[in-house]
């Protein structure tokens, strides 16, 4: 894959693909090509079979992301045009995170803002160190979302949580976060990111298409009863059961070996 900005730290290895945020000098908040290049590399580990799981995290430890690049808002968000060219970039991003078919894990340090806890609400799970800190800053610079843009967050964490986290558009600890619902584990910050490598090769040695299935299935379990697609849940049940894995699986459990899965 060509590399689509600098600002986007890109590696495969041992079935994990990972996205590390480069741009410590503002809390590594994203820039507009960081919201472009997203999708491209999400497409790329999408079509990779050997990409199992993906990883997101921020460089530097000091923070995943402290949002949207305020820098960047002279030049791209001056006018009307403009606005709606960035927010498209945006909106590709975001879609191409929560369409993820693969597992997606936030590993999360320091601070996550704004948009940045908008990409680690993509992602399916979010492990966070002991000093991260979390919160959406929309009422303190008269920033409205529509509901497209808060739906994700209802979903993780609820109405009352999310109305918490926009009414005081305050910042919360670690503790805080895991206790909403917010984020799935929290770790001392010196055994998080080896915590989350551990964590990802575990969900990398398991069956691909049982992984896929259960994606699929709970995502569609929470949407509204009459938008479900209950014949793709049937459907990626049914791939599980006909694969040559789950005869695979069979085998190695009575052989009490680990089983060699291939996503086939």
């Known amino acids: 894959m060509d590399k689509v900005t600098d600002q986007l730290i890109v590696d495969k290895k041992d079935g994990i693909g990972r996205i590390t945020f ?7 908040a994203l820039t507009y090509e960081m919201w472009q290049g997203l999708p491209v590399v999400l497409a790329d580990f999408a079509a990779d079979d050997d990409v199992r799981v993906i990883v997101l995290a921020g460089k530097g430890g000091k923070a995943f992301s402290a949002g949207a690049d305020i820098s960047e808002f002279a ?11 960035y927010n498209e970039a945006v909106a590709e991003a975001t879609n191409a995170l929560i369409g993820a078919k693969k597992p997606l894990i936030a590993l999360i340090e320091g601070f996550c803002i704004g948009g940045g806890l908008g990409v680690a609400i993509c992602c399916d799970i979010r492990i966070a160190a002991d000093q991260s800190r979390f919160g959406i800053p929309a009422a303190k610079l008269g920033l409205g979302y529509k509901l497209n843009g808060l739906q994700h967050l209802i979903d993780v964490v609820g109405p009352s949580a999310s109305m918490e986290i ?3 558009a305050r910042q919360f600890d670690a503790d805080e976060a895991l206790g909403m619902g917010l984020v799935n584990r929290v770790l001392p910050k010196a055994e998080v990111a080896k915590y989350v490598d551990d964590y990802a090769q575990t969900i990398a040695a398991n069956a691909p298409l049982t992984v896929l299935a259960a994606k699929t299935v709970v995502r569609e379990a ?23 894995d789950y005869q695979e699986g069979r085998k190695a459990f009575m052989e009490k070996r680990k089983p060699d899965f291939k996503g086939r």
């Open 75 to 85: 030049k791209n968000r001056s006018s009307e045009d403009a606005v709606a060219i």
């Open 22 to 28: 480069d741009n410590q000098a503002k809390r590594n």
């Open 166 to 168: 926009l009414f005081t």
């Open 222 to 244: 929470i949407k509204d009863a009459d938008k479900r697609d209950l014949d793709l849940c049937q459907k990626v049940v049914d791939d599980c059961f006909n694969s040559e």
